[in-house]
């Protein structure tokens, strides 16, 4: 298998493969949702990524929030879909303290976003950590359940 994992092209810094399992092809594309997919799954699969807890928060500020429930929603038709948060849970509240002030959220709203993306959505949401060693990890491992769980059979 070698998968082509499209990413968005306004993406700064696209996510690596190393020490992926199969050798991944990554392709720049204008992704209509989400951040990430596999080439020929663009309409049944798509990933959002959030850079960590600061992002998702100034996402939900009444700043930007229209914008994301528009982008909510669109994930939230797709067949396969994920929001990845690329922090740990436990990071929220020195997140918001790190805020500039208009964009400034409680741990509250922020843990009733979550609760809203993954129940009312039916979006999972996965945190892949801090460090950058963990993230790979995860970010790998999840990689592999899509293609070989997701996507079974279905890539070549």
Known sequence: MKPTILYDDREKKPWKFNGFKYPVKLVRKRMVSGDYSVKGFETVLA???????????VNISKQDRARFIKCLQRLSRMQIKYLLIEDCISSIPAAIKALPVRARVTDIAIHYWLLKIACGYKIPVIWLGKSP???????NAFWEHVLEVDLKGKVK
């Open 47 to 57: 990933v959002e990524r959030k850079s960590g807890i600061a992002e998702l928060a």
């Open 133 to 139: 060693g963990m993230q790979q990890k995860v970010l």
